[in-house]
């Protein structure tokens, strides 16, 4: 049979990662609901949780108070990033037997491009069945897979897989699969989005993909012209590698909107420690720094800052990223978003790095923290900055 090669984009995703990694380590906690977050009478939020407790309503970001209320007899558990980071370099260690073309998108989820493999391993479906079952073997995890020809529909696909699934979206049936689906299920879709749609008769991605250009412009702006396209199967979009990126970020959305600053703050500061990592692991430094923050009336700002130098430490990128979400103020109501990106990058392997107190583009004291952390396990130590938010 010939290998169908414009099946080229696997989408991969731990289930329930942070609860399955507990589930495995301890036989005790299988097939009870556990959440991971840290204490539930503290301020933090669910970092994930098993899908015993996802049948109570428990959603990864919800309060660990509202968690607690809606499925109190589930076991709550601290973060424990040293094991989740193990596991997560073992399983990235199987993607790259496969391809060098990875894309992190986080701890647990990637893109992989097996453009190059298939004439290697067989087709991506074969891939993907490979790497499940490496992935179950050697780390004692399931991981749920999607392929397609672009980046949305491979995700797509692993979403309505889930969980244990390995589903693919071939070309021909791109448009059947997504006409009936809700409006929700394009990426960057979210409450107020749908609202504005259902006001203008759209509920399924079949009654998108079918409305004028024009009138999707009118009230949606250019996101409008982009879910337009994503209803039509296209994402142009290419997987980017950490050899090719020019810029990377995090973001999370909420499921109800914040106007908790202490919270705001707090993501900033683990995306800050989550891009310096990878900036530092990848031998990249960024100049611009830029956050991102969507309101409950969806209306989205970006602010950036170039820096004087370029740098790949957590800490500035932490405190650029207060001083642009304080210069917003806060008089525009309620978030629904909040992202961090890094772009301007080079590479700075090879470049002469400066003393410790003069705008350095990596501390000492974080080169010897990350050294430490990539021997011992993620969050071995960690930053003093960083401890208010790490669970104990």
Same mark, same amino acid.
């Given at each position: 049979?010939?290998?169908?090669?414009?099946?080229?984009?696997?989408?991969?995703?731990?289930?329930?990662?942070?609860?399955?990694?507990?589930?495995? /380590? !301890?036989?005790?906690? $299988?097939?009870? *609901?556990?959440?991971?977050?840290?204490?539930?009478?503290?301020?933090?939020?669910?970092?994930?949780?098993?899908?015993?407790? $996802?049948? +109570? %309503?428990?959603?990864?970001?919800?309060?660990?108070?509202?968690?607690? $209320?809606?499925?109190?007899?589930?076991?709550?558990?601290?973060? @424990? #990033? &040293?094991? +989740? %980071?193990?596991?997560?370099?073992?399983?990235?260690?199987?993607?790259?037997?496969?391809? *060098?073309?990875?894309?992190?998108?986080?701890?647990?989820?990637?893109?992989?491009?097996?453009?190059?493999?298939?004439?290697?391993?067989?087709?991506?479906?074969?891939?993907?069945?490979?790497?499940?079952?490496?992935?179950?073997?050697?780390?004692?995890?399931?991981?749920?897979?999607?392929?397609?020809?672009?980046?949305?529909?491979?995700?797509?696909?692993?979403?309505?897989? =889930?969980? /244990?699934? #390995?589903?693919?979206?071939?070309?021909?049936?791109?448009?059947?699969?997504?006409?009936?689906? *809700?409006?929700?299920?394009?990426?960057?879709?979210?409450? &107020?989005?749908?609202?504005?749609? =259902?006001? #203008?008769?759209?509920?399924?991605?079949?009654?998108?993909?079918?409305?004028?250009?024009?009138?999707?412009?009118?009230?949606?702006?250019?996101?409008? #012209?982009?879910?337009?396209?994503?209803?039509?199967?296209?994402?142009?979009? =290419?997987?980017?590698?950490?050899?090719?990126?020019?810029?990377?970020?995090?973001?999370?959305?909420?499921?109800?909107?914040? @106007? /908790? $600053?202490?919270?705001?703050?707090?993501?900033?500061?683990?995306?800050?420690?989550?891009?310096?990592?990878?900036?530092?692991?990848?031998?990249?430094?960024?100049?611009?720094?830029?956050?991102?923050?969507?309101?409950?009336?969806?209306?989205?700002?970006?602010?950036?800052?170039?820096?004087? %130098?370029?740098?790949?430490?957590?800490?500035?990128?932490?405190?650029?990223?207060?001083?642009?979400?304080?210069?917003?103020?806060?008089?525009?109501?309620?978030?629904?978003?909040?992202?961090?990106?890094?772009? !301007?990058?080079?590479?700075?392997?090879?470049?002469?790095?400066?003393?410790?107190?003069?705008?350095?583009?990596?501390?000492?004291?974080?080169?010897?923290?990350?050294?430490?952390?990539?021997?011992?396990?993620?969050?071995?130590?960690?930053?003093?900055?960083?401890?208010?938010?790490?669970? =104990?």
């Amino acid at each position: 049979m010939a290998i169908q090669t414009d099946l080229n984009i696997i989408h991969c995703d731990l289930d329930a990662f942070y609860a399955a990694v507990e589930q495995r /380590d !301890n036989p005790s906690l $299988r097939g009870r *609901p556990v959440i991971v977050g840290g204490r539930p009478d503290s301020r933090g939020v669910v970092a994930t949780c098993s899908y015993e407790a $996802r049948v +109570y %309503g428990v959603k990864s970001a919800m309060p660990l108070a509202e968690a607690r $209320r809606l499925c109190p007899e589930a076991v709550f558990l601290p973060v @424990d #990033m &040293k094991r +989740y %980071g193990e596991a997560s370099r073992q399983v990235f260690e199987i993607f790259s037997r496969f391809t *060098p073309d990875i894309e992190p998108l986080s701890i647990d989820e990637a893109f992989l491009d097996v453009t190059g493999s298939l004439c290697i391993f067989g087709s991506a479906e074969k891939i993907a069945w490979d790497i499940k079952k490496a992935v179950l073997n050697e780390a004692g995890l399931i991981i749920s897979t999607g392929i397609s020809y672009n980046k949305f529909l491979a995700k797509l696909a692993t979403d309505l897989g =889930k969980p /244990d699934g #390995m589903k693919i979206i071939r070309r021909e049936e791109a448009t059947h699969v997504l006409s009936l689906l *809700p409006v929700s299920r394009l990426w960057g879709v979210g409450t &107020k989005t749908q609202q504005i749609l =259902k006001r #203008m008769g759209i509920e399924t991605i079949g009654d998108l993909a079918v409305t004028p250009p024009d009138i999707l412009e009118k009230h949606l702006g250019q996101a409008g #012209m982009f879910f337009r396209e994503l209803a039509h199967g296209i994402d142009n979009r =290419k997987v980017e590698t950490d050899r090719e990126v020019k810029s990377m970020g995090r973001e999370i959305t909420f499921d109800e909107d914040i @106007d /908790d $600053r202490h919270q705001l703050e707090a993501c900033l500061l683990q995306f800050s420690y989550l891009l310096g990592r990878r900036l530092r692991r990848t031998k990249l430094e960024a100049r611009t720094v830029t956050i991102k923050v969507r309101y409950h009336d969806f209306k989205t700002v970006n602010r950036s800052k170039t820096l004087d %130098g370029y740098t790949a430490s957590s800490t500035v990128l932490y405190e650029t990223a207060l001083f642009l979400l304080r210069k917003l103020g806060q008089g525009r109501g309620r978030i629904r978003l909040i992202g961090l990106s890094v772009s !301007n990058l080079r590479s700075f392997e090879g470049l002469e790095q400066f003393s410790l107190f003069k705008n350095e583009s990596v501390s000492r004291s974080e080169e010897l923290l990350d050294q430490i952390n990539d021997r011992f396990g993620e969050d071995t130590i960690i930053t003093a900055n960083l401890l208010p938010y790490r669970e =104990k």
